[in-house]
């Protein structure tokens, strides 16, 4: 192997991956071979990891001991100022820029932080409609994604190093022969996508060859069972009084999540919910959503489906008979009690069908609302957002088919992972084998970048040019914060590229799209205005106000009511209401009935490696790291399962045999499940996830069906006997009589306003202290979390992480209850954990006391109250004693017991945020309000004179919160908002019996129920 | 009150405090003899060998842990101390019994104490010297730990927050190991001459010599030392009571539910004594035998050491009484589920129940004269208090802080081998400078033993009863 041909593999790699690209290209054995001669001593060393920490370790310290004594000298580093100082930035100085994160092919409208060129945290858009100013945990997350080091860095074509040149020339050599024969055995695989110009690009593709085929699966987004409904609704939850979900997470999954919390949580927050809104779930398993419930029945799936057809028969729904025995509560107590109260609330109300849902339920739940007047107020049908809307599933299964029929012969594969995800009925890696040329494109060398032929490393969309539509079909352009950091490429482009349209960038091809658009010479007729309505004047006009607002107002279904059809490629029935058929074979569901669902993170397994996701506690569970599957405690108690824990221990291993394929999977008893239904979460055991998420979990993609994805009876559950650690980062659910969560009905509430206050002990006299009261004569900083709001969907918690740099410390860290993060949402349980009260939420970070705890003990003055009324830290005096922690009684504080702080990876040096300190070893550290951004905020003041108004300064966790659940404030403005909701009946402190005296306080949840479910 | 006061046989009649036949050459004889020899005892070598390993094993955990960081134990959130701060307490209540006996026992003219004295005083330089160790090491950087926390002009312009138990502890440990350091060491002085002058090899004479500090044994001499002598002793008093009382405080003024009782000051007291009289029979019963002293070290000490124990036991029982009872008392539900969680609902009860079969059940043994005589049954109740002390500062410290006041905070702690290893490397520590000491330093003070000779002195209160003279 010659060096020419070593350079020529590593063309197009930048000097600064340049060492972490040689072990990636050192692959093959030759390679590996003339590194060791190039670099003979210690060579070995360094192309292993673990081995070249020690031996910097080793050089390090003889370094150290040869210089005991001697002054230690900076090795000179030279700072090359900016010679031509770029237009707007300042150093020091963020900028914000609007894009996009597509996610199952639907756009989460973005602000990015941007900081010297480095996108370091991700805000919502606050003008899009999809946004309103909040993100979810997925997208806080992403940027990680962006720095992940194990990211694919390179093409790579049959096991070589490859260039883009060479990819290009290699598919021209596989797509020639193919444009004779209408491209014959051409196969496209993909995730739904709603990008308009994706869709003309493969629209372009499916026309030059109309053979090929274009075949979609996503395990998370896009697979239905029982058939597609055929339209996309959109709700209007502000609107709707009464809601009913029929196993629908919609405020806890999918991009349309965010703007649904928010509406929803709308008619509960703020300083008194005039008209609360009532929630009914029906669920198999508790959810985000079901946590927010005031009625919550917990149903198994298969039951969904006769539990509708009841209630629109009940509410005179033509042809809709139960098909099936429901239980006695379901049937005698909630039928006639839903019925009435929907009834009651006609044109207020809503019924909203999930998507792990038969298209059976979804028609139903469309008759209802029909029924109900609904359709028009609280929800709108219309078009699917994304393109070709296939049932994945069923379009994989057809692929199967055709790659065991042989008729594929090239098949490219973008950004899916199915060697990994699909179906375990369909045996896809046989299948697979059999296709001649195999092509993936993705963001990692994932188990299918390693079984094709070539391999494209995708860009990501923070370096992407492109376009995207939100859930409501607004269209958003995705501009890139950063230029590629391992030279990706977008789909787009190769997509250009196939379709001969050679040399153009990502950026020229959007552009392109969009100046056809605004022409009006694109098969979508789009109406382009801004958000007044008015038309652009040039394209050039459209283009800088679509870039620097991040979307198109006109193009948003809440304000505009003609939407285009997504593509061309589909004619949508979505204006007629199908009938409500029954689904496919519901009798044939009999025994356990097995539930899939994927990670509320990890989702099938994508964001296996991102460190941020993995050590999130899960919603509800809390458990890290894992996997698990979902039993009632009934049916723990038929399976020998242990019932209650103490702390993070074994957790007893199901074996589950479905269909003839098995698998094992830790159980996980959950109150709120329902009977005799194990709930199981796919997503973990990836094999080549990167070093975060290689072989942690376990695989359970072998037991899904392809044709019912989403849940199955017949299951067969036992209890292997074996154990397997869970780290969970709560282990007791009860609130022990202690009403950290303080609950309310509204009624009560209504007579005694006194109500809440009366759940708590008596609060000491704030005049118990010798010492004077400090007045705080400029600002008081204070924060509110109104309980009634917060979803626990934990947002809060990963945008914190984001912000203030938070390490992650791994699964044996946080089985030692050592996780770093600054804020948490605590989750309790009420009542018979057969048949539980809640989950209730509570987000817990500092809860910055006016007598603090934990001030008065450090022995060396390193928590200290400021000015301001926060408790600070102060990293460099901390020593580390832990007392702090100890005397907390909130338990807010996290100690650094080693060294968790990633301080050598320079992929992740650039995503920190340098307003923020990075904490070492043996420094305690806990939230700080944000006090970067009020510090901005305080030089803002200085510099342009204008006083600080209330919500200039928003906490990560108050920006990111889709419920608006936390707001924080000055509490010497009176006008302020968390003065305002502090000054309600519903506000008290965390503890306040203590004398704390908590500057963060909550706000009691209220319960609406119905009288005639009580 | 003498034997001789009681008729012949009388079962009230004291054992005497060293054996009859001795006179003031024998004494020294036999004690310089200890040291100045070259016969060491085989199993002084077996003991030392084994507390030197385990020494070993404390050098090996404490570089793993300076260079990795506390997370090699199992401290966690929320039990943020756990064998470190149990491991401090436990020492340093055993450092109590030297001062105690030294001082407050001179100052109650109990002459038995003098056998004792020499080696329950170094036996608390030790144990304090082993805890001192914990509050340093188990801080999350040492290296700065080592001297923020002392009061000293610095460019930062910063004192340590004096509002903080933990910067009383620095000045009550300090001070303690100070004051004890030289009241052992001016209670060496006229030992350290006679082993100069006895000494026959010229290095050791010189080296005894210099520690002499040129005693010469003239009147003035012995005027200044008991002078001394008597200062120290009463600056040590109340420092045996302060010194546990402010380590006491580090819980005592926290909030959480366990640690925040009033009672700890003098619960913690009492329970330092009895920890270190425990400790000083567990080392008095074996080596008495392995340096043949039984003739200084009698029954009559073993006895009273008992005795000292039972009842100090008593008030460490009465303690946990009154903290139970005012859990219960208190109305307070944090309380309340502390006290239930501790002693039957929670993970960690046994460690209750063991502490109390340790403390409180095994101790009455030594209600029984015969069984106060019996020296094996004696040396086994000493080693269940030395392990049921130890086991009162887990529940305390681990029981406590496991269960909190908010139930989603609640978290197991489990140590792991590195707390093991750290633990055992301390016993390590002490016992290794507990045989090295009795080796080279006379572990009883041979110039107070011969005052105890009958006739040695005038006898107290002569006058009165128009004896001697």
């Known amino acids: 192997m010659t060096l020419s041909a070593i350079r020529s593999r590593l063309a197009g790699l930048e000097g600064r991956s340049y060492w972490r690209s040689l072990d990636e290209a050192a692959d093959t054995p030759e390679f590996r071979a003339y590194v060791e001669r190039e670099f003979p001593e210690q060579a070995s060393e360094f192309n292993d990891p673990a081995g070249r920490r020690q031996f910097l370790k080793l050089m390090g310290a003889s370094l150290a001991l040869a210089g005991v004594g001697a002054c230690t000298r900076q090795p000179p580093e030279k700072i ?32 990015a932080e941007n900081h010297m060129g480095r996108p370091t945290k991700l805000e919502g858009n606050p003008e899009h409609p999809a946004s309103l100013g909040a993100t979810d945990v997925l997208a806080q997350a992403s940027v990680l994604t962006l720095y992940d080091p194990d990211r694919s860095r390179t093409i790579i074509g049959r096991g070589e190093v490859k260039t883009w ?3 290009l020339a290699a598919m021209q050599l596989l797509l020639g022969p193919k444009r004779s024969n209408g491209g014959a055995g051409l196969r496209l695989l993909t995730e739904p996508i709603s990008s308009p110009s994706v869709l003309e690009q493969i629209d372009a593709l499916l026309t030059t060859f109309p053979q090929a085929k274009w075949h979609q699966w996503d395990p998370v987004y896009g697979v239905v069972q029982g058939g597609s409904a055929a339209s996309s609704a959109l709700y209007r939850f502000e609107k709707a009084d009464v809601v009913l979900a029929l196993d629908a997470d919609f405020m806890g999954f999918g991009p349309a999540s965010v703007r649904y919390t928010k509406d929803f949580t709308s008619r509960r927050r703020g300083a008194n919910p005039e008209h609360p809104n009532r929630l009914y779930v029906v669920e198999p398993t508790p959810t985000v959503t079901g946590s927010t419930a005031d009625h919550r029945l917990a149903l198994k799936a298969r039951d969904i489906y006769p539990f509708a057809a009841a209630l629109a028969g009940a509410l005179g729904v033509a042809g809709a008979a139960p098909a099936g025995e429901l239980p006695e509560e379901a049937r005698a107590k909630w039928l006639p009690a839903l019925a009435a109260d929907l009834r009651a609330h006609r044109g207020a109300a809503v019924v909203v069908a999930g998507e792990s849902q038969p298209a059976a339920v979804h028609a139903l739940a469309r008759a209802i609302n029909e029924a109900i007047g609904a359709v028009g107020t609280t929800v709108t049908y219309g078009a699917p957002v994304v393109g070709s809307p296939v049932d994945g599933a069923a379009s994989i299964a057809q692929l199967v088919a055709d790659m065991n029929a042989g008729s594929v012969d090239a098949l490219l594969i973008v950004g899916t992972n199915p060697i990994f995800t699909a179906p375990g009925d369909l045996d896809f890696r046989a299948a697979f084998d059999k296709v001649a040329n195999r092509v993936h494109v993705g963001l990692y060398h994932d188990e299918t970048a390693e079984l094709c032929h070539w391999h494209v490393n995708e860009a990501h969309y923070l370096e992407s040019w492109g376009d995207v539509r939100a859930f409501d079909g607004t269209v958003s352009l995705i501009q890139p914060l950063i230029a590629p950091l391992y030279d990706g490429h977008t789909l787009l482009e190769i997509l250009a590229n196939l379709n001969g349209t050679s040399g153009q960038s990502s950026l020229d091809l959007t552009k392109a799209y969009w100046t056809r658009a605004f022409g009006g010479q694109t098969k979508t007729a789009w109406t382009l205005r801004d958000a007044k309505g008015q038309a652009f004047t040039t394209v050039d006009a459209f283009w800088r106000h679509a870039l620097h607002d991040g979307f198109v107002a006109s193009t948003s279904g809440f304000t505009s009511t003609s939407q285009p059809a997504a593509a061309s490629t589909t004619a949508s029935a979505a204006q007629t209401a199908p009938a409500a058929a029954a689904p496919a074979a519901p009798a044939a569901m009999t025994g356990t009935e097995i539930i899939f669902r994927p990670d509320p993170y990890i989702l099938d397994g994508r964001n296996a490696n991102n460190g941020w996701l993995q050590e999130l506690p899960k919603p509800i569970s809390k458990i890290t790291w894992d996997n698990v599957a979902f039993i009632s405690p009934r049916t723990a108690e038929r399976l ?119 759940q708590g002990a008596e609060k000491p006299p704030a005049a118990l202290s010798l010492y004077p009261v400090y007045e705080y004569p400029h600002h008081k900083w204070g924060m509110a979390i109104d309980l009634n709001a917060c979803t626990g969907c934990s947002a809060c918690v990963i945008a914190c992480v984001a912000e203030n740099n938070i390490p992650v410390v791994g699964k044996s860290q946080v089985a030692r209850t050592r996780e770093m993060h600054w804020i948490r949402v605590d989750t309790y349980f009420g009542g018979d954990p057969a048949k539980p009260d809640g989950p209730h939420h509570q987000p817990v970070p500092c809860q910055q006391c006016e007598n603090a705890p934990c001030e008065v003990v450090c022995p060396v003055a390193a928590t200290v109250h400021s000015d301001e ?144 479910l009580e | 009150m003498e034997a001789s006061q009681f008729p012949k046989d009388d079962f009230r009649a004291p054992l005497p405090v060293i054996a009859p036949g001795y006179t003031s050459r024998s004494i020294t004889e036999k004690l310089t003899g200890i040291v ?10 077996f003991v030392t060998a084994v507390a030197f390993m385990l020494l070993m094993g404390l050098t090996v955990s404490l570089a793993y842990l300076l260079a990795k960081g506390i997370g090699i134990w199992g401290n966690n959130v929320p039990v943020g101390w756990a064998f470190d701060i149990i491991n401090f307490v436990w020492w340093i209540g055993i450092g109590h019994a030297g001062t105690l006996i030294s001082a407050i026992l001179l100052l109650f003219k109990q002459d038995w104490r003098t056998s004792i004295n020499r080696f329950a005083e170094a036996m608390t330089l030790f144990a304090v010297a082993c805890a001192a160790l914990f509050p340093l090491v188990h801080t999350g950087r040492p290296w700065l730990a080592i001297y923020w926390l002392f009061p000293y002009p610095n460019a930062m312009t910063l004192w340590p927050n004096f509002k903080s138990p933990l ?62 002598y008597l200062l120290l002793a009463g600056l040590s008093t109340p420092l045996v009571l302060s010194v546990h009382t402010v380590v006491s405080f580090d819980f005592a003024v926290s909030v959480i539910p366990g640690w925040h009782a009033t009672i700890f000051p003098p619960y913690f007291v009492a329970g330092a004594i009895y920890a270190g009289f425990a400790m000083v029979l567990t080392l008095a019963i074996p080596l008495r035998v392995m340096f043949k002293v039984e003739d200084f070290i009698t029954m009559r000490h073993i006895e009273n050491m008992a005795k000292i124990t039972l009842v100090t036991g008593l008030v460490v029982v009465y303690g946990y009484a009154c903290e139970a009872f005012f859990g219960w008392y208190s109305g307070n539900e944090y309380e309340r589920f502390m006290l239930k969680n501790r002693t039957y609902f929670g993970p960690y009860a046994w460690s209750y129940w063991l502490l109390l079969i ?67 490397g301390t016993i390590g520590l002490f016992l290794t400078l507990m045989f090295l000491f009795v080796r080279v330093l006379p572990m009883i003070s041979i110039f107070e033993m011969r005052t105890l000779l009958p006739g040695a002195a005038p006898k107290h209160g002569a006058d009165e009863k128009g004896g001697v003279h």
């Not at chain 1, 037991?703 to 980062?729: C, H, K, M, Q």
């Open chain 1, 640 to 758: 020998g399962v242990p019932v209650t824990r103490s702390g993070n221990q074994n957790q007893a291993v199901l074996s589950i045999s479905y269909q003839g394929r098995k698998a094992s999977i830790p159980a996980w008893v959950q109150p709120g499940t329902a009977d005799d239904v194990v709930v199981v979460h796919f997503g973990y055991g990836r094999k080549r996830a990167g070093r975060v998420g290689s072989n942690v979990g376990h695989d359970v993609f072998g037991l899904r069906s392809s044709r019912a994805p989403w849940f199955d009876g017949g299951a067969e559950v036992s209890n292997s006997g074996e154990g397997y650690y869970i780290a969970s980062t709560q282990n007791h659910f009860a609130m022990e009589g202690r009403h950290p969560v303080r609950i309310v009905d509204v009624e009560e509430l209504k007579k005694n306003p006194k109500a809440v206050e009366e």
């Open chain 1, 165 to 167: 040149g060479s990819f």
């Open chain 2, 358 to 424: 340790c403390n409180f059940i095994v101790p009455q043994l030594l209600w029984s004269k015969r069984l106060r005589r019996n020296i094996p049954i004696v040396f086994v109740v000493c080693m269940f208090i030395n392990v049921g002390m130890w086991l009162e500062r887990f529940v305390i410290i681990v029981t406590s802080l496991h269960r909190d006041f908010l139930p989603s905070s609640w978290q197991m702690y489990y140590p792991t081998i590195w707390d093991f290893m750290t633990l055992a």
């Open chain 1, 80 to 111: 090359v100022p900016y010679v031509r100082q770029p237009e707007e930035i300042i150093p020091g100085r963020p900028l914000f820029f609007a894009t996009a994160m597509p996610q199952g092919g639907i756009g989460l409208p973005l602000l």
């Open chain 2, 36 to 45: 100045l020899t070259k016969h060491t005892p085989v199993a002084w070598f």
């Open chain 2, 167 to 228: 910067i009383w502890d620095v000045f009550a440990v300090t001070t303690y190991g100070s004051v004890s350091a030289l009241f052992w060491f001016v209670g060496l002085i006229p030992d350290l001459a006679t082993f100069r002058d006895r000494a026959a090899h010229p290095g050791l004479k010189k080296l005894f010599g210099f520690l002499a500090l040129g005693w010469r044994g003239s009147a003035r001499h012995w005027f200044r030392y008991e002078t001394a």
């Open chain 1, 869 to 1012: 009324g926060l408790n600070d830290m102060v990293y460099n005096r901390c020593v580390g004693t832990r007392y702090c922690s100890n005397n907390c009684p909130y338990k807010v504080r996290r100690f650094n017991f080693l060294l968790y702080q990633d301080f050598v990876t320079p992929e992740l040096m650039a995503q920190r945020n340098p307003d923020v300190t990075i904490r070492s070893r043996g420094v305690m550290e806990k939230c700080t309000y944000c006090v970067q951004r009020i510090n901005h905020a305080r030089i803002d003041e200085k510099t342009t004179g204008r006083a600080i108004q209330d919500g200039d300064i928003k906490t990560a966790c108050q920006q990111v919160c889709p419920a608006d659940a936390i707001v924080f404030g000055d509490l010497n403005d009176p006008k302020s908002r968390v003065v305002e909701l502090k000054a309600t009946e519903r506000n008290y402190g965390l503890l306040d019996d203590l004398g704390t005296r908590p500057r963060t306080t909550y706000l009691a949840k209220v319960r609406n129920p119905n009288p005639a």
